[in-house]
């Protein structure tokens, strides 16, 4: 029991968030590079080298230079476990970065220092603050001309309420960009764009009051603006308060050049002493305490094709508590049985290692015959206990999908019904009217591209696709009820989901009150139960 909980103790587990083109998987690629996790990091984007990044697998992600899967990847780093989940920044993708979220112990905001807050930040920041996660801010790209660091830290506290804690201080922007000031160490990391991240920086020692040594490093007009900004910090700034910090209510903030591997490792090794190992997990009237030496995880997010050498299905599971052991037998909660977790992996994105153990914190990936769904509880026999579902976004955006050539039915079918399965879609059909076409529901515009890739690259299938011009989607309570019956307008479709659930397509939300209206008893509901 103590090496279980002295493993368990070790084990740091956080997403990385962010708007799009902030720098976030850049970041993730650094912090690799410190844990030994891989050995050059590739820009998405950059010439420098010819390789890809390393959490964006799919080949869509390649060429588009965008995130649109969650990735996970493990590493060691002083003595510390550490999970990365690189969440996707596009807002299409958003209900897969919600999920990613809900098996987060804290969160990474990255933030463009010459953007700001932008819309897609502001979403995740209100995901985190439902769960109280904790929250550490990486201002990035001051190696490129930014906003005042003082309005980057107002934005922050006004539009998400909490308090900011600056733990380095910039010193200039773009140009002008001399490094940081370590506040708690009294110390300059001075900023040479010429190393790439080659060589660790030496820190120098200097105190504000050695304004000879400073004018040589960052000059008279920086050093005098350093000391006014520091005094200015100490004596009207919050206080810091770790314990304010783990409940999510201030978020220390970071300033850095991811790109440039600049303020990276100073970042890397002061979130790791201020973050906490496995946190307990509520399972209804339980709260599940991670150090118990009985094994229970949740189901977040499950990834068909992720290796086109496997072609086979990933469940990701986020273990809760205890040790999981390979070939040991455990109950799925949801199946009603008893299991074996076959090939029980760790993950470096698309890369794989089979384990024979995992503790509290990790993320591993199982393979899924077709038994799990996303929420589902796998847990020690004796325990029973069954973790709080994962809701399900309301999609927004409808098409009907059907294959072009009619001879590759069973492809079509299998590859919708999978992908539907891992969450990124919805899948609705027309009953008894003998219609082939299958209607996609989906968050965003964006997801529907990413269906027609995947269906002709990983499947092998051409579709056509065509807009829909439903908005509101809404679920038929009533048990026993015939849809047929019903008075609605004649712009309202009656569809079924693939576990045979009735539901109506609308084309607005007042379509969906003529309805009630018109229907005395008729119960709608905006989420799946199941």
């Not at 997403?15 to 996790?37: F, N, Q, R, V």
């Not at 992600?61 to 899967?69: D, F, L, N």
């Not at 109280?132 to 490129?144: A, E, G, M, S």
């Not at 020690?380 to 809701?391: H, L, N």
């Amino acid at each position: 029991m103590a090496d279980i909980r002295k493993e368990i103790e070790r084990r740091r587990t956080f997403a990385i968030i962010s708007h799009p083109d902030a720098g976030k998987t850049t970041l993730t690629e650094k912090l690799l590079l410190y844990g030994g996790a891989i050995q050059l990091a590739g820009s998405v984007k950059g010439k420098a080298t010819a390789r890809h990044a390393v959490s964006d697998w799919m080949e869509l992600e390649k060429q588009r230079g965008i995130s649109i899967s969650s990735s996970v990847m493990q590493f060691e780093y002083n003595g510390y476990c550490i999970n990365i989940l690189d969440t996707p920044g596009h807002q299409d993708f958003s209900e897969d970065t919600y999920r990613t979220l809900m098996a987060a112990d804290s969160a990474v905001m990255v933030i463009d220092a010459a953007k700001g807050i932008e819309p897609q930040t502001r979403k995740l920041f209100k995901i985190c603050a439902m769960r109280n996660i904790p929250i550490f801010t990486f201002i990035n790209k001051l190696d490129r001309e930014a906003r005042s660091p003082y309005d980057l830290m107002e934005e922050l506290e006004q539009e998400f309420g909490i308090g900011t804690y600056p733990m380095n201080w910039p010193i200039g922007c773009g140009i002008d960009f001399k490094g940081v000031y370590d506040r708690k160490k009294r110390e300059i990391l001075a900023f040479n764009e010429f190393h790439r991240g080659q060589n660790k920086i030496k820190a120098i020692e200097c105190s504000l009051d050695d304004t000879e040594t400073l004018d040589s490093l960052i000059g008279e007009k920086l050093r005098r603006t350093l000391c006014d900004d520091v005094e200015l910090l100490d004596g009207a700034g919050y206080e810091f308060d770790i314990g304010q910090v783990r409940d999510g209510k201030l978020s220390p903030v970071f300033f850095g050049s991811a790109l440039n591997n600049f303020g990276i490792e100073p970042f890397l090794e002061s979130f790791l002493d201020m973050t906490m190992p496995p946190l307990p997990r509520k399972a209804g009237d339980e709260i599940v305490d991670p150090f118990t030496d009985k094994f229970s995880a949740f189901v977040f997010k499950i990834q068909a094709n992720m290796n086109k050498a496997h072609r086979d299905r990933i469940a990701f599971m986020r273990i809760c508590s205890g040790k999981f052991e390979r070939d040991k037998e455990y109950f799925h909660v949801q199946g009603g049985k008893a299991i074996r977790l076959a090939q029980p992996q760790q993950l470096m994105a698309q890369e794989r290692a089979i384990i024979n153990e995992a503790y509290a914190g990790d993320i591993i990936g199982v393979f899924d015959p077709g038994i799990f769904s996303i929420g589902d509880t796998i847990c020690d026999k004796s325990m029973k206990v069954e973790f709080e579902g994962i809701p399900t976004f309301a999609p927004e955006i409808f098409a009907g999908v059907e294959r072009v050539d009619t001879m590759k039915r069973k492809q079509f079918e299998k590859g919708i019904m999978q992908i539907a399965q891992e969450g990124a879609i919805q899948i609705f059909h027309e009953p008894y009217t003998g219609v082939e076409e299958i209607i996609v529901g989906v968050v965003g515009i964006l997801q529907l591209e990413v269906l027609e890739y995947r269906l002709k690259n990983e499947y092998g299938v051409d579709v056509r696709r065509r807009s829909m011009p439903y908005e509101v989607v809404r679920w038929i309570d009533n048990e026993g009820l015939n849809p047929n019956d019903l008075n609605l307008t004649s712009d309202t479709k009656w569809v079924q989901d693939f576990r045979g659930n009735n539901l109506l397509l609308f084309t607005s939300e007042w379509c969906v009150n003529w309805a009630l209206t018109k229907n005395p008893g008729l119960e709608l509901r905006e989420f799946n139960r199941e």
